[in-house]
Each structure stands twice: as structure tokens, then as C-alpha cells.
């Protein structure tokens, strides 16, 4: 089974799913409790906002080192 994420809530001690999760009948979890803040929107890495001491903007060099490119181990199971 591959990682799935579904939004819920915590209320007198259970948590409360937002949807059914498909072709599921037992599983581990684990709960992340998010602040009740909304959380910050998505924001676009851009040239320019990765400023080093003695560089006037991120070049692309910054943007290559924050790809991800996975080792086979590193994917799970599906």
C-alpha cells in the first residue's frame, strides 16, 4: 500500500476522517496534530530569494541542490 494522506479531526479523543480511505480495511497511522493557525500558503522558490553574503540572488546552482532525486531504496513500496 502506498502513503496516503487524509484530513480530519480530533474531538473527544478519536480522530474523525474527512473521506473513507479506498481499499482500506486496516492499517498503521500516524497523527500529526497542526496547529489550529491555517497554515502558510505555498510560496514559489524564485531567483533572487535565496540571498548568501557576497551573492546578489540564488543562481541556478540553489535550485539544483534543492531537487530531490531518490535512490531506489529511498521510494516506498507500492
Do not use: C, Q
Not at 29 to 50: A, D, I, N, S
Request: glycine residues 6%; charged residues 30%.
Amino acid at each position: 500500500m502506498k502513503l496516503m494522506t487524509i484530513a480530519g479531526t480530533y474531538r473527544n479523543g478519536a480522530v474523525h476522517l474527512g473521506e473513507t480511505p479506498p481499499d482500506v480495511e486496516e492499517a498503521r497511522v500516524l497523527v500529526t496534530f497542526l496547529p489550529r493557525e491555517p497554515l502558510p500558503e505555498p510560496k514559489m522558490m524564485t531567483f533572487g530569494m535565496l540571498r548568501v553574503e557576497g551573492r546578489p540572488e540564488s543562481t541556478e546552482e540553489d535550485f539544483k541542490l534543492a531537487e530531490w532525486h531518490p535512490k531506489p531504496e529511498d521510494l516506498l513500496d507500492e
